[in-house]
């Protein structure tokens, strides 16, 4: 494991736990050359997984693209960090399960979407606006309405 501050090689484990979801292994660890300390986290992945974008392009899955989605709809939000995790994990394990290697960006969306409904109304009405690419207020005032009929 590379250093993040000084690109070194001599990195060390001092200590491993699994993380607070459960499905990844926290390790700290502490750099030989400038003896700094910083966490990596260790997760299962049991196939890569290509995204098939609107326009054509394809380009390899990022869970850290999933994680900053639901950070940003649901930014200043009361919900729960750990159920937000839970949610992440199932839309992954749902991914790599599905036994494809490619799949569709709006596949992906509309798990967030089921995912952000059950946890956050107002973060999936923020994830809706960017994901049905909302034009005006009306758009708004007519995705609102269908939430609650």
């Keep these: 494991m590379l250093c993040p501050?000084?690109?070194?090689?001599?990195t060390q484990?001092?200590?491993?736990?699994?993380?607070?979801?459960?499905?990844s292994i926290r390790r700290r660890r502490q750099c030989?050359?400038?003896?700094?300390?910083?966490?990596?986290f260790e997760r299962v992945q049991l196939r890569e997984i290509s995204v098939m974008k609107r326009d054509?392009?394809?380009?390899?899955?990022?869970?850290?693209?999933?994680?900053?989605s639901f950070t940003i709809a649901l930014r200043?939000?009361?919900?729960?960090?750990?159920?937000?995790?839970?949610?992440?994990n199932e839309i992954v394990?749902?991914?790599e399960?599905?036994?494809?290697?490619d799949v569709t960006s709006d596949y992906i969306g509309s798990l967030v979407m089921k995912a952000l409904l059950a946890l956050d109304?107002?973060?999936?009405?923020?994830?809706?606006?960017?994901?049905?690419?909302?034009?005006?207020?009306?758009?708004?005032?007519?995705f609102v309405n269908e939430l609650r009929k």
């Excluded at 400038?34 to 966490?39: K, P, S, V």
């Excluded at 999936?124 to 049905?132: D, G, L, M, T």
């Design 32 to 40: 030989g050359a400038c003896d700094a300390r910083f966490t990596t």
């Design 56 to 68: 054509g392009r394809k380009v390899i899955f990022s869970r850290e693209k999933l994680e900053r």
């Design 76 to 88: 200043k939000r009361a919900a729960h960090e750990n159920d937000v995790a839970m949610a992440i």
């Design 121 to 142: 109304k107002v973060g999936y009405i923020r994830y809706a606006s960017v994901y049905k690419n909302f034009e005006d207020a009306g758009d708004f005032e007519e």
């Design 93 to 95: 394990r749902k991914l």
């Design 5 to 10: 501050f000084c690109r070194s090689e001599d």
């Design 13 to 23: 484990v001092k200590d491993s736990r699994p993380s607070e979801d459960g499905a």
């Design 97 to 101: 399960s599905t036994g494809e290697a």
